[in-house]
């Protein structure tokens, strides 16, 4: 039998698990590790708000933030915006 031919005969019966597989199985879990820890230390960095330091959105803005295009009247019902007179 020719060299080539030994390697590439398979057997079932020899099958076994290989240092390469747990070699890859060890970096892998090298590679969690690690990026926990990152994503740890990309969170700490976080600055979040407490309750009261929240800003509350003003009568003229909307719930995304955005301005109104309409102004209310001194009636308080809205209308078109008046130019400034003057």
């Known amino acids: 039998m020719s060299p080539v031919a030994i390697l590439l005969a398979y057997n079932p019966d020899d099958v076994k698990p290989g240092w390469v597989a747990l070699v890859i199985v060890l970096l892998l879990a090298l590679a969690t590790f690690l990026l926990w820890r990152s994503m740890n230390t990309q969170l ?24 109104e295009s309409a102004v209310s009247d001194e009636d308080g019902e809205q209308g078109e915006e008046q130019p400034p007179k003057g």
């Open 44 to 67: 700490g960095k976080i600055q979040v708000p407490k309750r009261g330091e929240v800003p509350r959105p003003t009568d003229d803005t909307t719930p995304d933030g955005s301005a």
